[in-house]
């Protein structure tokens, strides 16, 4: 008897539903997609119903013929890529190739890697989606479009190998805008007062001053502050009024695709990339020892917090089980998903929630055992009760003054004695100062009067998670892009990461111009929501693929045959004249951006071609102390794949480089190199002895030219911390200090 055959994406899949299905079941990987659009050419003909011109990828055609071979060999096949529109349109492409090789051809999903979802996928197996098809098909064709006709146009005024993504670049002009924001911001000071008293029982608290006359107010200046303070200082304080009640804290959905992300970077610190790249490995499945391969999620693209009514009901009772029906919500809990998700698909959850992080832990990886963590702790609840806390608060008179205090305690934990509440700071809710017992009409002691100064905040600048919640909210991108949509910005060096926030680059910011500037309808927030929107009514049937693609093209067309006439007037709007003059020609240099950023190139061109590096005022002074040892000749700063360093002037004729030395002396015994500026192969600078690889010394903080003053030492480290601020640190003794700089308290 033949055997059936099951394709699916993953090789690590095979191995696990090969275990679950035994005899007369062959399962083979297609390894991703195996056909997509050309990448030299369009590959979309425009003029024929914006026909795609699908190409085997390479690499791929000894798959195909595999997939051929066994599909001719089976007496069903049964496709099984992942359950989403790629997934869609890969079955879509592997049954094309098979066609009437099998006459027998079904679709089958997957929405866990389990021995019951497997065998549920296979009885319920069917046709494929065409809708599903088309409306990948018709993001996939979107974005060529896009791509491949604004990228050149970016060539031609920047420089060759830029791209302007569809989605990315809307992305890319959120960023922008928020930099826009801070740079501009004109922060305003104000003041607070706090009042510290004491009880009749001798217990001590503060209050915030919140009203005058029964008004808002705000104090502009330590003038006006201290005026008020004088006048405060004479007045009684009274209890007014005392509320106390009991509130309740709800658990939160399990994760779907953006929540996890943005959860696991503050949490665990995983990018997004990194996220989807472990679940993947969780989802597919996870070698258990005797229990053999599981896979422990569900599938983790997904933008629907539902969950079948089997997992809610083994959850519940396991709930009950271990932590007894006190932290078992009263009745199953339902949560609702946003407008226009996929119902189809669950939350991501575990799939079974037996297997707990502790006890897997042996079998996991450390990022493994962190993630699952995360989704079982998550999962688990959000069914169970709700965290009880008692809240005061008291409002306290001195005559037209009124100030007021305010405390929460913990009452009952909860969900929370899973999942913890933490901040977008990344930190834990501290636990508030306690009031004390107090009575309405009490008298209290006035202790002391501490006015403060404050200064108004621009508003932060975007982390991956932020950004994505952001996206969300706006309709931008799909489960399945947020990751990609961030890494191909980082690649492309729109955006570069410092201190764990987004910032754009020089160049994204230049890109985000060009591109809003002259295409203000494409590279839009609400103009990308609707298309996301317009793809879903595809996938729903209630638009036509075609139609779609018509609608977007025709008023695109017309804006590039306009944008095409102004390439010139654009180039040369981004020139900038210098006073440097070509000590070739005697003319004067311009700046112009090339691939490793901004140059000087002579204006005299295409008569004199010389180019010279772009030298910052730090870098021309680094260059200044430093002659070549072989010529004599000056030294200057050039960037290349490992970062910064020094060559001779004289290149090509004398070839001479060295590491960029910050002048400071390495601290291994007897090593006498010195510290230099290295980029790791990731992109990330770090700081590590000449000496290298004879000397392994190595920082990721910046050595500053300080001795310490504990232990002598002749230089520390600059460290950037959220509570402290920069801090001075010696990597010897430990010894800290705040970096002296001018400060504005919050």
Same mark, same amino acid.
């Given at each position: ?5 099951i394709?699916?994406?993953?090789p690590?899949?095979?191995? &696990?539903?090969k275990?679950?299905l ?11 997609h195996i056909k ?5 050419k369009?590959g ?5 119903g ?8 390479? /690499? ?7 997939l051929k ?11 099984a890529?992942? %359950?989403?529109?790629e997934g869609?349109?890969?079955?879509? =492409?592997?049954?094309q190739e ?6 027998? *051809?079904?679709r ?6 389990t ?5 549920r996928?296979i009885d319920?197996?069917g046709p ?7 409306a990948?098909?018709a ?8 791509g ?5 146009f970016?060539?031609k ?7 302007a993504?569809?989605v990315?670049s ?24 706090t009042?510290?008293l004491?009880t ?6 503060h ?8 008004k ?9 502050a ?6 405060i200082?004479?007045?009684?304080f009274?209890v007014s009024?005392? $509320?106390?009640?009991?509130k309740q804290?709800?658990?939160?959905p399990?994760y ?12 665990? #610190?995983f990018s ?5 790249? *472990? ?6 499945g996870?070698?258990l020892?005797?229990k @053999?391969?599981?896979?422990?999620i569900?599938?983790?693209r ?15 009772n !396991?709930i ?5 029906d006190r ?7 339902? !949560?609702?998903s ?6 189809a =698909?669950?939350?991501?959850?575990? &799939?079974?929630?037996?297997y ?5 832990? /042996?079998?996991l990886?450390?990022d ?34 009124l100030f ?5 305690n913990?009452?009952?934990?909860g969900?929370?004695?899973? !999942?913890k ?5 990344n930190?834990s809710?501290?636990e508030?100062e306690k ?8 008298l ?9 100064q404050h200064f108004?905040?621009p %508003?932060?600048r #975007? ?5 994505i ?5 706006n ?12 890494? &191909?910005? +980082? ?6 990461s410092?201190n764990? +926030?987004?910032?754009p680059?020089?160049l994204?910011?230049t ?6 500037e002259?295409f203000p309808d494409?590279?839009n *927030?609400?103009?990308t ?8 009514k595809i996938?729903?049937?209630?638009d036509?693929w ?6 977007f093209?025709t %008023?695109f067309?017309?804006t590039l045959?306009?944008v095409?006439?102004?390439?010139t007037?654009?180039?040369n ?6 006073d ?16 490793n @950023?901004?140059?000087?190139?002579c204006?005299?061109? %295409?008569?004199c071609?010389?180019t ?13 102390? =430093?002659?070549?040892?072989?010529? @004599?000749s000056?030294?200057v700063v050039?960037?290349?794949?490992f970062?910064r360093?020094?060559a ?13 030395s ?7 015994k007897?090593?006498? /190199? ?6 790791s $192969?990731?992109?990330?600078?770090f700081?590590?002895?000449?000496n290298?690889p ?5 920082t ?11 232990c /002598?030492?002749? #230089?520390m *480290? ?8 920069d801090?001075?640190?010696?990597l010897?003794? @430990? ?7 001018e400060? $504005?308290?919050e």
């Amino acid at each position: 008897m033949a055997e059936n055959l099951i394709i699916v994406e993953s090789p690590a899949k095979t191995r &696990t539903i090969k275990k679950f299905l035994g005899k007369g079941w062959q399962v083979e990987a297609t390894k991703g997609h195996i056909k997509d659009l050309p990448q030299r050419k369009l590959g979309v003909e425009i003029d024929k119903g914006f026909l795609p011109q699908y190409v085997v990828i390479k /690499g791929k055609k000894r798959i195909i013929m595999k997939l051929k071979a066994e599909a001719k060999k089976a007496s069903k096949v049964f496709l099984a890529p992942d %359950p989403d529109r790629e997934g869609e349109a890969i079955a879509w =492409h592997v049954a094309q190739e098979i066609d009437g090789i099998n006459s027998s *051809v079904l679709r089958a999903s997957f929405n866990e890697i389990t021995k019951e979802a497997v065998l549920r996928g296979i009885d319920s197996a069917g046709p494929l989606d065409m809708k599903k098809v088309f409306a990948q098909q018709a993001r996939r064709i979107l974005d060529r479009l896009v791509g491949y006709k604004v990228s050149p146009f970016l060539w031609k005024t920047i420089y060759r190998g830029l791209s302007a993504g569809r989605v990315q670049s809307v992305a890319l002009r959120i960023l922008s805008e928020r930099e826009k924001e801070i740079e501009e911001f004109i922060s305003q000071e104000y003041w607070s007062i706090t009042a510290f008293l004491e009880t009749e029982k001798k217990k001590s608290f503060h209050a915030r001053l919140f009203k005058i006359d029964g008004k808002d107010f705000s104090i502009e200046n330590e003038k006006e502050a201290q005026g008020l303070v004088n006048d405060i200082q004479t007045k009684e304080f009274v209890v007014s009024q005392l $509320k106390k009640e009991k509130k309740q804290r709800h658990p939160y959905p399990p994760y779907i695709t953006s929540t996890l992300q943005q959860d696991s970077a503050r949490r665990i #610190f995983f990018s997004p990339k990194k996220t989807m790249t *472990v679940a993947q490995q969780l989802y597919e499945g996870v070698d258990l020892g005797e229990k @053999g391969s599981v896979g422990l999620i569900t599938y983790m693209r997904t933008d629907s917090v539902r969950v079948s009514e089997e997992a809610k009901k083994n959850l519940r009772n !396991y709930i009950g089980k271990n932590f007894g029906d006190r932290y078992l919500s009263e009745k199953p809990r339902e !949560y609702r998903s946003k407008k226009g998700a996929q119902e189809a =698909h669950e939350a991501v959850r575990p &799939t079974f929630v037996e297997y707990t992080p502790d006890e897997i832990k /042996g079998y996991l990886t450390n990022d493994q055992f962190k993630l699952y963590q995360l989704i079982w702790n998550r999962f688990c609840a959000s069914q169970m009760s709700s965290a009880w806390y008692d809240f005061v608060s008291a409002e306290i008179g001195a005559d037209r003054y009124l100030f007021k205090a305010s405390s929460k305690n913990l009452i009952f934990d909860g969900f929370l004695k899973v !999942y913890k509440e933490i901040k977008e700071n990344n930190s834990s809710e501290e636990e508030e100062e306690k009031i004390p017992e107090l009575k309405e009409g009490e008298l209290l002691n006035l202790l002391d009067l501490q006015p403060k100064q404050h200064f108004t905040k621009p %508003p932060p600048r #975007f982390n991956e998670a932020s950004l994505i919640k952001e996206l969300e909210a706006n309709g931008i991108g799909r489960p399945s892009t947020y990751a990609q949509i961030l890494s &191909t910005l +980082k690649q492309r060096k729109y955006v570069a990461s410092e201190n764990k +926030k987004l910032i754009p680059t020089e160049l994204g910011l230049t890109v985000n111009r060009i591109l809003v500037e002259r295409f203000p309808d494409i590279f839009n *927030v609400e103009f990308t929501a609707v298309m996301e929107s317009e793809l879903d009514k595809i996938e729903e049937g209630e638009d036509k693929w075609i139609e779609v693609l018509k609608n977007f093209y025709t %008023p695109f067309e017309a804006t590039l045959k306009k944008v095409e006439k102004e390439k010139t007037k654009i180039k040369n709007g981004l020139e900038e004249k210098t006073d440097v003059l070509c000590e070739k020609c005697g003319k004067p240099m311009i700046v112009k951006w090339g691939k490793n @950023g901004k140059f000087l190139a002579c204006s005299g061109f %295409p008569e004199c071609k010389n180019t010279k590096p772009l030298i910052s005022e730090e870098e021309e002074k680094i260059a200044e102390s =430093h002659k070549c040892e072989l010529c @004599g000749s000056p030294m200057v700063v050039k960037t290349g794949k490992f970062g910064r360093f020094l060559a001779c002037s004289r290149y090509p004729d004398c070839k001479n480089t060295k590491p960029l030395s910050l002048g400071i002396k390495c601290p291994e015994k007897d090593c006498g /190199g010195h510290i230099v500026e290295r980029k790791s $192969k990731r992109g990330k600078v770090f700081f590590g002895c000449s000496n290298y690889p004879e000397c392994n010394f190595a920082t990721w903080y910046k050595p500053l030219a300080r001795v310490c003053p504990g232990c /002598g030492v002749e #230089f520390m *480290v600059l460290k950037k911390s959220k509570s402290k601020g920069d801090i001075l640190k010696c990597l010897k003794c @430990g010894y800290e200090e705040k970096e002296k700089t001018e400060e $504005k308290d919050e």
